[in-house]
């Protein structure tokens, strides 16, 4: 691809709108106050089968990638494609992931000068990494990468695993509140459980249905599928902080599901928005089609307190 048609793509990019979500049905610190001061500000993707262009933020789409640096390889010597043979040392290339835009993510805290993140990953099983695929995350500077954009298309992987081989898709960044699913306080999830029951049995909906998330997002609290598994950062010690999450899940029904994605034949004013099922037609398109072992995600995590904000990642399924 020519270097001036992807500086044109940079130009024309629009970011796509956030989508239309219900209401929660109750104020959460009304009904259980125990969960005072618990809610976090979340940015929830929706990524949709599309054709970003390397100027859209978006999940699996082409990277806005400077000319002069070469595209990331692995070569591991522990990667290997599960029920095959080792792939072995040989470099396999990586494979864009996640890009997001500052003015996409208004939520999404940059490092002083950059206003783009990239997310790469190796597509094969690493071993001594969580069986994860190996990320590596970049931090740019829209304006200095546009100037000088690399022209092509970048190397394909020769090999892969494919649950890591993201379809492009374009994303809706929809900022808005939840609260702690997997990361409820030591022994508070146990001390609400008959108030959840009472909550399910009373209103006909589950805090954690209404309340939580589990679906690819900025901000927040990571997507668990297992208990939660929070780094500490290897040079200052502290805790760091969810970045996003890339979950193989995405509601096809409830609250979390965007009005605009009901399916039609339901009567929406009859059925409560935690019953509310997705349009068959559009289900086809709902998220980047990848399983992560088996409806797992990877978490990504930053530390803000050492000046180059160091990362890490975890992985469960």
Known sequence: MPSGHMQQDTAQARPAGPRL???????????????????????????????????????GGPLLWPAGEPWPMCAEPDHYKPLGVPVGPEPVAMVPVVQLYARDVPGLVFPDGTDLLQILWCPLVHEDDQYAANPRLH????????????????????????????????????????????????????????????????????????????????????????????????????????????????PGMGRWLPLDDRNPRQNQAAIPSWRAEADPAALDAF???????????????????????????????
């Open 21 to 59: 979500l219900a209401p929660i049905p109750f104020e959460v610190e009304s009904v259980l106050p125990e969960l005072a001061g618990m809610a976090r500000a979340v940015t929830l993707l929706y990524p949709r089968a599309g054709h970003p262009g390397p100027g859209d933020s978006s999940i």
């Open 287 to 317: 998220g980047h089609d990848m399983d992560l072992g088996d409806l797992g995600g990877m978490y990504f995590f930053v530390c803000r307190t050492c000046p180059d904000t160091p990362y890490t990642h975890r992985y469960d399924c």
């Open 139 to 250: 931090w740019r500077s829209t304006a200095l990468t546009a100037a000088d954009v690399g022209a092509g298309q970048p190397p394909r992987p020769h090999t892969a695993e494919e649950d890591y081989l993201p379809r492009p898709c374009t994303v809706s960044p929809t900022p808005t509140v939840e609260y702690p699913n997997w990361d409820l306080p030591e022994g508070l999830g146990e001390l609400l459980d008959e108030r959840f029951e009472a909550l399910q049995k009373e209103r006909g909906f589950d805090y954690f249905e209404v309340a939580t998330t589990q679906q690819s997002k900025v901000g927040g609290y990571p997507g668990w599928t297992q208990p939660p598994d929070w780094p500490d950062c290897a040079d200052c010690g502290t805790r760091m902080e969810h970045l996003l999450s890339v979950t193989a899940t995405e």
